[in-house]
């Protein structure tokens, strides 16, 4: 079993930076990918980061980004203190969503964080 929790949304104008966090417990996490996901209002949920938690083994990869966040979102984790951050820079209107933190070991996240609002503002 999986635990998430998001903090660090907020409301910022476009432009501007945002550093969510996702606090991540559970057994076993080594076998885990962490993704961030996004919601936008009359939108379907998508994925827009993933990193793999453990850099050992044999499917270790560079970390995936949604094209319409490249260079702009970078993804990170910090396995000491077991958070998976996502910096958001050069915030956009469009950029407005509820995010998710979310975690896989099969081919579906099946374990989902409460999500954390981010508003953009022009």
């Known amino acids: 079993q999986v635990q998430l929790a998001e903090s660090g949304g907020g409301f910022v104008q476009a432009g501007g930076s945002l550093r969510l966090s996702c606090s991540v417990s559970?057994?076993?996490?080594?076998?885990?990918?962490v993704g961030w996901f996004r919601e936008a209002p009359g939108k379907e949920r998508e994925l827009i980061a993933n990193?793999?938690?453990?850099?050992?083994?044999?499917?270790?990869?560079?970390?995936y980004y949604h094209d319409s966040v490249k260079g702009r979102f970078t993804i990170s984790k910090d396995n000491a203190k077991n958070t998976v951050d996502l910096q958001m820079n050069s915030l956009k209107p469009e950029d407005t969503a509820v995010y998710y933190c979310?975690?896989?070991?099969?081919?579906?996240?099946?374990?989902w964080g409460q999500g954390t609002q981010v508003t953009v503002s022009p």
């Open positions: 559970g057994r076993t996490l080594s076998r885990y990918i």
């Open positions: 990193i793999r938690w453990s850099d050992d083994g044999p499917h270790w990869g560079a970390p």
């Open positions: 979310a975690a896989r070991t099969t081919a579906s996240y099946g374990y």
